[in-house]
């Protein structure tokens, strides 16, 4: 059974930095591919990054492009995002998630099969 839990979360003023961690248990091969989703209230689920198995491709969102970085460890697996420059707009619950498939197959799916159960960032102004 695929388990996510992410951590790291808190409460940050604009233009600070935090690092989100996501632990996984489960069958190795379920973390082919890696990513980050974020909900704001009243809003849609976005896409924030999607990272491969090896870390050789990456994907982001527009909106956190050149700000946020994804990385990973398959030891566990564990998958980090690195948030710097945050604006309150950041502000959500961020979700870790994980697919069996490759990353640009997951990225065209718009979804993984497996989720955290989220932890909460809020930047302040």
């Known amino acids: 059974q695929v388990q996510l839990v992410e951590s790291g979360g808190g409460l940050v003023q604009a233009g600070g930095s935090l690092r989100l961690s996501c632990a996984g248990s489960?069958?190795?091969?379920?973390?082919?591919?890696m990513g980050w989703f974020r909900q704001a209230p009243g809003k849609a689920r976005e896409f924030v990054a999607a990272i491969s198995w090896s870390g050789d491709m990456t994907y982001y969102g527009d909106s956190v492009q050149g700000r946020f970085t994804m990385s990973r460890e398959n030891t566990k697996p564990l998958a980090y995002l690195q948030m710097n420059n945050l604006e309150p707009e950041d502000t959500a619950v961020y979700y870790c998630?994980?697919?069996?498939?490759?990353?640009?197959?997951?990225?065209?799916?718009?979804?993984?099969?497996?989720w955290g159960t989220g932890t909460l960032v809020t930047v302040s102004s």
């Open positions: 998630a994980a697919d069996q498939r490759r990353v640009a197959e997951a990225r065209k799916r718009g979804t993984m099969d497996y």
């Open positions: 489960g069958r190795i091969d379920s973390y082919l591919s």
